[in-house]
């Protein structure tokens, strides 16, 4: 049964992305203008992502930030009053328009419409050395929306996103495509509340730079930390 759900998971990601791609183009068109009369660089952001067993792919977004904002201020954070994002940049984050490239990633197989958020290739350190917990997200394709996303997007800690990750990765194999279906409705009304677009910081006194390094720390050491059931040996 859990094999004819992924497969019914991969038709409907096909259709839906097909069809999105299509009706979405003057959408495209239009944000690709005002990219270009905005910031200099290019329209579309590319990066490394991991997903199904760890799998490195190229992930596509519209551009919303200057050109090697990862080398800058916060790095992989995006707190808010970032300087680093563009003018269009602020209205494609707070309306998740950003995201719309990835619907190419679902069409040609690197992602799922539903699954864990795919994190950057060296986001959680070594891949091969993650905790049990952490590298059972890795279990399923990874996903532009997710349950961790409708439980709370960037209020949630990365622990918290992988508890919800999990979740899904459990729940889908009782629910199949009825999952992916109620979390794409839930997703749809989160984004339309534009709610916790930014990342917290762990204290508010601390500038972007040094509560994104801390905060990396953490996610790392967190992430590799020993299993319980080797705890308890």
């Known amino acids: ?14 259709a839906v992305s097909g069809v999105a791609l299509v009706l979405l183009l003057p ?11 905005d910031s200099k660089g290019p329209v579309l952001f590319k990066q490394e992502r991991r997903t199904k ?22 790095g992989l954070f995006n707190y808010e009053n970032d300087p680093r994002v563009t003018k269009v940049g602020k209205w494609l984050r707070s309306s998740s328009v950003d995201e719309l490239p990835q619907l190419w990633n679902v069409f ?26 952490y590298k059972k997200r890795f279990e399923v394709k990874g996903g532009i929306a997710g349950l961790a996303q409708v439980k709370g997007r960037n209020e949630n800690s990365w622990d918290e996103k992988v508890t919800y990750d999990n979740q899904y990765i459990e729940e889908f194999k009782k629910q199949g495509i009825i999952l992916d279906i109620k979390i794409l409705f839930m997703t749809v009304a989160k984004v339309f509340k534009k709610q916790n677009i930014y990342e917290e910081k762990a204290d508010e006194s601390m500038d972007d730079a040094e509560a994104a390094r801390l905060a990396e720390e953490e996610i790392i050491r967190i992430a590799h930390l020993p299993d319980e059931d080797t705890i308890n040996v």
Do not use: H, Q
């Not at 959408?27 to 009369?37: G, T």
């Open 1 to 14: 049964m859990y094999a004819f759900n992924i497969f019914l998971k991969r038709l409907f990601d096909i």
């Open 27 to 37: 959408v495209w068109i239009a944000v690709a203008i005002a990219i270009k009369l």
């Open 53 to 74: 067993d760890g799998r490195i792919f190229e992930m596509y977004k519209f551009r919303s930030m200057v050109v090697n904002a990862e080398g800058m201020g916060a």
């Open 108 to 133: 040609k197989g690197d992602l799922s419409l539903v699954g864990p958020r795919p994190c950057i290739k060296y986001e959680l350190g070594d891949f091969d050395t993650l905790n049990k917990k």
